[in-house]
Protein backbone atom coordinates (compact mmCIF):
# COMPACT_ATOMS: atom_id res chain seq x y z
CA UNK A 1 0.00 0.00 0.00
CA UNK A 2 1.10 3.30 -1.06
CA UNK A 3 2.20 5.66 2.11
CA UNK A 4 0.83 9.07 1.91
CA UNK A 5 1.60 11.71 4.64
CA UNK A 6 -0.77 13.90 6.32
CA UNK A 7 1.09 17.12 6.57
CA UNK A 8 0.12 20.15 9.14
CA UNK A 9 1.13 24.01 8.72
CA UNK A 10 2.57 26.20 11.42
CA UNK A 11 -0.24 28.54 13.36
CA UNK A 12 2.88 30.89 12.13
CA UNK A 13 2.69 30.00 8.46
CA UNK A 14 -1.26 30.16 9.17
CA UNK A 15 -1.02 33.90 9.56
CA UNK A 16 0.71 34.48 6.12
CA UNK A 17 -2.38 34.48 3.74
CA UNK A 18 -2.40 32.43 0.59
CA UNK A 19 -2.01 32.92 -2.75
CA UNK A 20 -2.96 30.12 -4.75
CA UNK A 21 -3.66 31.91 -8.07
CA UNK A 22 -0.07 33.05 -8.62
CA UNK A 23 2.38 30.53 -8.60
CA UNK A 24 1.06 27.24 -9.19
CA UNK A 25 4.03 24.77 -9.20
CA UNK A 26 5.13 26.67 -6.09
CA UNK A 27 1.88 27.19 -3.81
CA UNK A 28 2.90 27.93 -0.52
CA UNK A 29 6.45 27.65 -0.84
CA UNK A 30 6.47 29.98 2.48
CA UNK A 31 5.97 26.68 4.32
CA UNK A 32 8.43 24.50 3.55
CA UNK A 33 9.80 22.86 6.79
CA UNK A 34 11.89 19.47 7.30
CA UNK A 35 10.24 16.90 9.08
CA UNK A 36 11.99 15.99 11.70
CA UNK A 37 10.62 12.22 11.91
CA UNK A 38 9.16 10.95 9.14
CA UNK A 39 7.78 7.99 11.14
CA UNK A 40 3.97 6.85 12.83
CA UNK A 41 4.57 9.15 15.75
CA UNK A 42 1.20 10.00 17.89
CA UNK A 43 1.00 12.81 19.68
CA UNK A 44 -0.62 11.06 22.92
CA UNK A 45 2.41 8.90 23.80
CA UNK A 46 0.80 6.18 21.91
CA UNK A 47 3.66 4.25 19.50
CA UNK A 48 1.69 3.56 16.39
CA UNK A 49 4.49 1.14 14.61
CA UNK A 50 1.80 -0.29 12.32
CA UNK A 51 -0.25 2.84 11.18
CA UNK A 52 -3.73 1.85 9.66
CA UNK A 53 -4.63 3.31 5.98
CA UNK A 54 -1.15 3.95 5.12
CA UNK A 55 -0.81 7.38 7.44
CA UNK A 56 2.32 9.07 8.52
CA UNK A 57 1.73 11.87 10.37
CA UNK A 58 3.80 14.87 10.94
CA UNK A 59 6.09 15.32 13.98
CA UNK A 60 4.56 17.37 16.24
CA UNK A 61 6.93 20.37 17.89
CA UNK A 62 6.21 19.46 21.48
CA UNK A 63 7.86 22.34 22.84
CA UNK A 64 5.48 24.30 20.66
CA UNK A 65 2.39 22.36 20.49
CA UNK A 66 2.12 22.89 16.82
CA UNK A 67 3.29 20.40 13.63
CA UNK A 68 5.67 21.47 11.70
CA UNK A 69 5.15 20.16 7.94
CA UNK A 70 7.01 19.26 4.53
CA UNK A 71 6.77 21.79 1.59
CA UNK A 72 2.45 22.48 1.12
CA UNK A 73 2.42 22.76 -3.00
CA UNK A 74 -0.11 21.10 -5.43
CA UNK A 75 1.10 19.07 -8.16
CA UNK A 76 -0.33 20.90 -11.14
CA UNK A 77 -2.49 24.10 -12.06
CA UNK A 78 -5.59 22.53 -12.24
CA UNK A 79 -5.61 21.05 -8.33
CA UNK A 80 -4.05 25.07 -7.87
CA UNK A 81 -7.29 26.49 -9.52
CA UNK A 82 -9.55 23.78 -7.75
CA UNK A 83 -7.78 24.86 -4.16
CA UNK A 84 -7.87 28.60 -4.97
CA UNK A 85 -12.05 28.72 -5.93
CA UNK A 86 -12.59 26.99 -2.81
CA UNK A 87 -10.72 29.49 -0.58
CA UNK A 88 -12.66 32.19 -2.97
CA UNK A 89 -15.70 30.65 -2.01
CA UNK A 90 -16.98 29.98 -5.85
CA UNK A 91 -16.71 26.34 -5.99
CA UNK A 92 -18.57 24.10 -8.38
CA UNK A 93 -19.63 20.23 -8.05
CA UNK A 94 -16.50 19.29 -10.29
CA UNK A 95 -14.38 21.22 -7.51
CA UNK A 96 -16.06 19.39 -4.79
CA UNK A 97 -15.51 16.07 -6.65
CA UNK A 98 -11.63 16.60 -6.93
CA UNK A 99 -11.06 17.75 -3.25
CA UNK A 100 -12.56 15.12 -1.91
CA UNK A 101 -10.05 12.58 -3.96
CA UNK A 102 -6.96 15.13 -2.29
CA UNK A 103 -4.14 13.10 -0.77
CA UNK A 104 -0.55 14.57 0.28
CA UNK A 105 0.32 17.91 -0.35
CA UNK A 106 -2.98 18.93 -2.22
CA UNK A 107 -4.87 17.59 0.94
CA UNK A 108 -2.52 19.58 3.44
CA UNK A 109 -3.75 22.66 1.46
CA UNK A 110 -7.04 21.94 1.71
CA UNK A 111 -6.91 21.04 5.35
CA UNK A 112 -4.73 24.94 5.95
CA UNK A 113 -7.81 27.19 3.61
CA UNK A 114 -9.97 25.00 5.94
CA UNK A 115 -7.93 25.76 9.52
CA UNK A 116 -7.98 29.26 7.59
CA UNK A 117 -11.60 29.81 7.52
CA UNK A 118 -12.90 28.09 10.40
CA UNK A 119 -10.06 30.63 12.46
CA UNK A 120 -11.82 33.62 10.83
CA UNK A 121 -15.19 33.23 12.13
CA UNK A 122 -13.39 31.54 15.64
CA UNK A 123 -10.53 34.14 16.28
CA UNK A 124 -9.40 33.03 19.54
CA UNK A 125 -8.72 29.50 18.28
CA UNK A 126 -11.49 27.90 20.53
CA UNK A 127 -12.69 24.40 20.39
CA UNK A 128 -15.56 23.44 22.13
CA UNK A 129 -15.76 20.58 24.62
CA UNK A 130 -19.02 19.02 25.39
CA UNK A 131 -19.68 15.57 27.55
CA UNK A 132 -21.99 13.37 26.36
CA UNK A 133 -24.51 11.10 28.24
CA UNK A 134 -26.55 8.36 26.48
CA UNK A 135 -29.54 8.88 28.94
CA UNK A 136 -31.16 5.46 26.68
CA UNK A 137 -30.15 2.63 24.20
CA UNK A 138 -33.71 1.64 23.48
CA UNK A 139 -34.06 2.29 19.58
CA UNK A 140 -36.98 0.83 17.42
CA UNK A 141 -34.49 1.24 14.13
CA UNK A 142 -32.52 -1.67 13.49
CA UNK A 143 -30.42 0.42 11.52
CA UNK A 144 -27.47 -2.02 9.30
CA UNK A 145 -24.88 -0.13 10.48
CA UNK A 146 -25.69 -0.40 14.64
CA UNK A 147 -26.03 -2.41 16.88
CA UNK A 148 -27.64 -0.43 19.46
CA UNK A 149 -31.06 -1.97 20.49
CA UNK A 150 -30.03 -5.13 19.57
CA UNK A 151 -32.48 -7.42 20.63
CA UNK A 152 -30.40 -9.47 23.25
CA UNK A 153 -28.89 -6.17 24.93
CA UNK A 154 -29.83 -5.36 28.19
CA UNK A 155 -32.48 -2.31 28.19
CA UNK A 156 -32.16 0.75 30.17
CA UNK A 157 -33.12 4.43 30.38
CA UNK A 158 -31.75 7.05 32.38
CA UNK A 159 -34.68 8.58 35.09
CA UNK A 160 -34.29 12.47 35.37
CA UNK A 161 -33.20 12.50 38.88
CA UNK A 162 -30.35 10.10 38.18
CA UNK A 163 -29.60 12.25 34.81
CA UNK A 164 -29.73 15.99 37.19
CA UNK A 165 -27.18 14.38 39.51
CA UNK A 166 -24.75 13.18 36.44
CA UNK A 167 -25.01 16.35 34.77
CA UNK A 168 -24.79 18.58 38.38
CA UNK A 169 -21.55 16.40 39.23
CA UNK A 170 -19.46 17.38 35.81
CA UNK A 171 -20.77 21.30 35.94
CA UNK A 172 -19.55 21.44 39.72
CA UNK A 173 -15.99 19.13 39.07
CA UNK A 174 -15.03 19.26 35.58
CA UNK A 175 -16.76 22.92 34.73
CA UNK A 176 -18.54 21.55 32.09
CA UNK A 177 -21.65 24.05 30.62
CA UNK A 178 -22.60 22.09 27.07
CA UNK A 179 -24.02 18.87 27.27
CA UNK A 180 -25.34 16.22 24.49
CA UNK A 181 -27.75 13.57 25.14
CA UNK A 182 -28.22 10.87 23.09
CA UNK A 183 -30.12 8.22 22.74
CA UNK A 184 -31.44 5.28 20.56
CA UNK A 185 -34.48 6.50 18.23
CA UNK A 186 -37.25 6.12 20.14
CA UNK A 187 -40.45 8.35 19.81
CA UNK A 188 -43.03 6.92 21.92
CA UNK A 189 -44.97 9.33 24.45
CA UNK A 190 -43.35 7.71 27.40
CA UNK A 191 -39.80 8.30 26.71
CA UNK A 192 -40.20 11.74 24.91
CA UNK A 193 -42.07 12.54 28.16
CA UNK A 194 -39.61 11.61 30.40
CA UNK A 195 -36.79 13.30 28.50
CA UNK A 196 -38.68 16.71 28.25
CA UNK A 197 -39.33 16.50 32.09
CA UNK A 198 -35.59 15.64 32.51
CA UNK A 199 -34.53 18.85 29.83
CA UNK A 200 -37.09 21.07 32.13
CA UNK A 201 -35.20 19.74 35.80
CA UNK A 202 -32.13 20.79 34.33
CA UNK A 203 -33.01 24.15 33.33
CA UNK A 204 -34.00 25.11 36.49
CA UNK A 205 -31.54 24.00 38.40
CA UNK A 206 -28.69 25.04 36.54
CA UNK A 207 -29.99 27.85 34.06
CA UNK A 208 -26.67 28.67 32.24
CA UNK A 209 -26.25 24.63 30.83
CA UNK A 210 -26.63 24.34 27.02
CA UNK A 211 -28.63 20.74 26.32
CA UNK A 212 -28.08 19.34 22.93
CA UNK A 213 -30.46 16.20 21.93
CA UNK A 214 -29.65 13.77 19.48
CA UNK A 215 -32.52 11.32 19.98
CA UNK A 216 -33.98 10.74 16.55
CA UNK A 217 -37.17 11.63 14.65
CA UNK A 218 -40.23 13.10 16.71
CA UNK A 219 -43.47 14.50 15.93
CA UNK A 220 -43.40 18.45 15.61
CA UNK A 221 -45.73 18.51 18.27
CA UNK A 222 -42.73 16.57 20.49
CA UNK A 223 -39.97 18.96 18.99
CA UNK A 224 -41.71 21.46 20.30
CA UNK A 225 -42.26 20.42 23.49
CA UNK A 226 -38.43 20.37 24.20
CA UNK A 227 -37.91 23.63 22.68
CA UNK A 228 -40.27 25.00 25.42
CA UNK A 229 -38.09 23.34 28.19
CA UNK A 230 -35.26 25.65 26.60
CA UNK A 231 -33.44 23.38 24.96
CA UNK A 232 -31.66 25.40 22.05
CA UNK A 233 -29.75 22.69 19.95
CA UNK A 234 -30.68 19.38 18.34
CA UNK A 235 -29.12 16.92 16.14
CA UNK A 236 -30.50 14.78 13.77
CA UNK A 237 -28.15 13.24 10.65
CA UNK A 238 -29.56 12.87 7.22
CA UNK A 239 -26.80 9.73 7.31
CA UNK A 240 -27.21 10.21 3.73
CA UNK A 241 -28.96 12.63 0.97
CA UNK A 242 -29.66 9.56 -1.68
CA UNK A 243 -32.61 7.98 -0.22
CA UNK A 244 -32.28 4.84 -2.05
CA UNK A 245 -29.16 5.12 0.13
CA UNK A 246 -30.32 5.94 3.17
CA UNK A 247 -33.25 3.37 2.85
CA UNK A 248 -30.99 0.46 1.88
CA UNK A 249 -28.75 1.38 5.33
CA UNK A 250 -31.82 2.42 7.37
CA UNK A 251 -34.55 -0.11 6.11
CA UNK A 252 -36.94 1.05 8.60
CA UNK A 253 -36.84 4.46 8.12
CA UNK A 254 -38.11 6.88 5.73
CA UNK A 255 -35.88 9.23 4.04
CA UNK A 256 -38.72 11.85 3.34
CA UNK A 257 -39.46 11.58 7.10
CA UNK A 258 -36.08 12.62 8.49
CA UNK A 259 -35.95 15.61 6.02
CA UNK A 260 -39.53 16.63 7.63
CA UNK A 261 -38.20 16.37 10.89
CA UNK A 262 -34.83 18.71 9.59
CA UNK A 263 -37.33 21.31 8.20
CA UNK A 264 -39.42 21.09 11.37
CA UNK A 265 -36.36 21.87 14.00
CA UNK A 266 -35.23 24.78 11.42
CA UNK A 267 -38.92 26.21 11.38
CA UNK A 268 -39.23 25.90 15.22
CA UNK A 269 -35.63 27.75 15.60
CA UNK A 270 -33.36 24.75 17.11
CA UNK A 271 -30.26 25.31 16.14
CA UNK A 272 -29.70 22.05 13.83
CA UNK A 273 -26.64 20.09 13.44
CA UNK A 274 -26.53 16.75 10.56
CA UNK A 275 -24.22 14.89 8.78
CA UNK A 276 -23.58 12.11 6.92
CA UNK A 277 -21.69 8.45 7.01
CA UNK A 278 -18.26 8.55 4.84
CA UNK A 279 -17.79 4.94 3.41
CA UNK A 280 -21.23 3.36 3.81
CA UNK A 281 -21.84 -0.22 1.40
CA UNK A 282 -23.33 0.99 -1.65
CA UNK A 283 -22.43 4.57 -1.28
CA UNK A 284 -20.85 6.20 -4.57
CA UNK A 285 -18.52 9.30 -4.83
CA UNK A 286 -20.74 11.57 -6.51
CA UNK A 287 -23.41 10.76 -3.34
CA UNK A 288 -20.34 12.41 -1.01
CA UNK A 289 -20.71 15.45 -3.32
CA UNK A 290 -24.54 15.31 -3.10
CA UNK A 291 -24.46 14.73 0.55
CA UNK A 292 -22.29 18.61 0.33
CA UNK A 293 -24.84 20.15 -1.66
CA UNK A 294 -27.62 19.18 0.15
CA UNK A 295 -26.32 19.92 3.92
CA UNK A 296 -24.89 23.98 2.22
CA UNK A 297 -28.64 24.33 1.17
CA UNK A 298 -29.99 24.01 4.75
CA UNK A 299 -29.04 26.82 7.46
CA UNK A 300 -26.74 24.31 10.22
CA UNK A 301 -25.36 25.41 13.21
CA UNK A 302 -23.38 21.87 13.28
CA UNK A 303 -21.95 20.27 10.68
CA UNK A 304 -20.56 16.35 10.96
CA UNK A 305 -19.01 13.47 9.03
CA UNK A 306 -18.44 10.08 10.44
CA UNK A 307 -16.36 7.53 9.02
CA UNK A 308 -17.90 4.07 8.44
CA UNK A 309 -16.92 1.57 11.15
CA UNK A 310 -18.53 -1.79 10.51
CA UNK A 311 -20.09 -2.89 13.32
CA UNK A 312 -19.83 -6.43 15.25
CA UNK A 313 -23.58 -8.35 14.60
CA UNK A 314 -24.81 -5.51 12.20
CA UNK A 315 -25.68 -6.31 9.01
CA UNK A 316 -22.36 -4.38 7.67
CA UNK A 317 -20.48 -6.21 10.23
CA UNK A 318 -18.45 -7.66 7.08
CA UNK A 319 -18.16 -4.76 5.00
CA UNK A 320 -14.91 -2.71 4.92
CA UNK A 321 -14.63 0.48 6.42
CA UNK A 322 -14.80 4.01 5.06
CA UNK A 323 -11.78 5.32 4.03
CA UNK A 324 -10.42 8.09 6.53
CA UNK A 325 -8.23 10.28 4.09
CA UNK A 326 -12.11 11.00 2.09
CA UNK A 327 -14.18 11.63 4.89
CA UNK A 328 -11.10 14.13 6.42
CA UNK A 329 -11.10 15.55 3.13
CA UNK A 330 -15.23 15.72 3.23
CA UNK A 331 -14.75 17.17 7.07
CA UNK A 332 -12.47 20.20 5.41
CA UNK A 333 -14.89 20.81 2.50
CA UNK A 334 -17.82 21.17 5.17
CA UNK A 335 -15.91 23.56 7.64
CA UNK A 336 -15.41 25.63 3.99
CA UNK A 337 -18.98 25.60 3.01
CA UNK A 338 -20.13 26.26 7.09
CA UNK A 339 -17.62 29.32 8.48
CA UNK A 340 -19.43 29.46 11.41
CA UNK A 341 -20.57 26.25 12.25
CA UNK A 342 -19.73 23.66 14.77
CA UNK A 343 -18.07 20.52 13.51
CA UNK A 344 -16.84 17.70 15.83
CA UNK A 345 -13.88 15.53 15.73
CA UNK A 346 -15.62 12.33 16.28
CA UNK A 347 -13.86 9.18 17.80
CA UNK A 348 -14.42 7.01 14.35
CA UNK A 349 -11.91 8.86 13.31
CA UNK A 350 -9.88 7.20 16.39
CA UNK A 351 -11.07 3.99 15.74
CA UNK A 352 -9.32 3.62 12.28
CA UNK A 353 -6.16 5.70 12.53
CA UNK A 354 -3.81 7.02 15.61
CA UNK A 355 -4.23 10.42 16.25
CA UNK A 356 -7.39 10.38 14.16
CA UNK A 357 -9.58 13.30 16.23
CA UNK A 358 -6.37 15.60 15.80
CA UNK A 359 -6.33 14.84 12.05
CA UNK A 360 -10.41 16.45 12.77
CA UNK A 361 -9.27 19.16 14.24
CA UNK A 362 -6.08 20.11 12.03
CA UNK A 363 -8.89 19.86 8.75
CA UNK A 364 -11.08 22.32 10.26
CA UNK A 365 -12.98 20.43 13.20
CA UNK A 366 -13.81 22.84 16.37
CA UNK A 367 -15.78 20.16 18.54
CA UNK A 368 -14.52 17.81 20.94
CA UNK A 369 -17.01 15.00 22.83
CA UNK A 370 -16.41 13.92 26.45
CA UNK A 371 -17.33 10.82 27.45
CA UNK A 372 -17.70 11.28 30.96
CA UNK A 373 -21.34 11.38 31.53
CA UNK A 374 -22.24 7.69 30.71
CA UNK A 375 -22.17 5.87 34.03
CA UNK A 376 -19.86 3.23 33.45
CA UNK A 377 -21.61 0.13 34.14
CA UNK A 378 -24.15 1.25 31.33
CA UNK A 379 -21.65 2.18 28.54
CA UNK A 380 -21.33 -1.71 27.46
CA UNK A 381 -25.17 -1.34 26.87
CA UNK A 382 -24.45 1.40 24.51
CA UNK A 383 -22.20 0.04 21.76
CA UNK A 384 -22.52 1.58 18.35
CA UNK A 385 -19.94 -0.60 16.43
CA UNK A 386 -18.66 -2.75 19.05
CA UNK A 387 -17.89 -3.04 22.72
CA UNK A 388 -14.27 -1.89 22.11
CA UNK A 389 -16.04 1.50 21.21
CA UNK A 390 -13.17 4.19 21.46
CA UNK A 391 -14.39 6.93 24.04
CA UNK A 392 -11.95 9.93 24.43
CA UNK A 393 -11.45 11.29 28.63
CA UNK A 394 -10.50 14.47 29.18
CA UNK A 395 -7.03 14.63 29.23
CA UNK A 396 -6.32 12.99 25.92
CA UNK A 397 -8.62 15.84 24.22
CA UNK A 398 -7.05 18.64 25.98
CA UNK A 399 -3.85 17.41 24.96
CA UNK A 400 -5.30 16.76 21.34
CA UNK A 401 -6.61 20.39 21.57
CA UNK A 402 -3.73 22.06 22.22
CA UNK A 403 -1.52 20.00 19.69
CA UNK A 404 -3.71 21.44 17.06
CA UNK A 405 -3.38 24.96 18.65
CA UNK A 406 -6.90 25.27 19.96
CA UNK A 407 -8.27 26.40 23.52
CA UNK A 408 -10.61 24.21 24.80
CA UNK A 409 -13.82 26.06 26.58
CA UNK A 410 -16.61 24.45 28.60
CA UNK A 411 -19.05 27.07 27.32
CA UNK A 412 -21.19 27.17 23.98
CA UNK A 413 -19.43 28.44 21.18
CA UNK A 414 -22.98 29.28 18.61
Not at 338 to 343: E, I, K, S, T
Request: proline share 5%; glycine share 6%; charged share 20%.
Amino acid sequence: MKTVSLQIATEDSERQVLDLSRNTQGILSHQRFRAKNPACAGTSGVSHENCRDGFTPAYLDTQRGHAMTHALHPSDSATAAVLHRLQQGRWDDSDLSSALQFRGSEQAVLFTIARQIRDQSFPDRPAELRSVIEISNICKQRCNFCNIGAPETAKYVIQPNDLLQLVDALYHERGRRVFLLQSGENNSRGFVNLVVASCRLIAQALPDVTLVLCIGNLTREQFRALRDTGVARYILKIESSNPQLYHLSKPHDNWDERKRCLDDLLELDFKVGSGIIVGLPMQQHDDLVADLTFMHRLPLSMVSATVFVPGAGTVYEREPPGDVHTTLNFMALLRIMHPAALMPTTSSLEKLLPDGQLWGLMAGANSLTIHDGTPERLQALFPIYDDKRFRPQDDRLLAIASSAGLRPVNHSLI
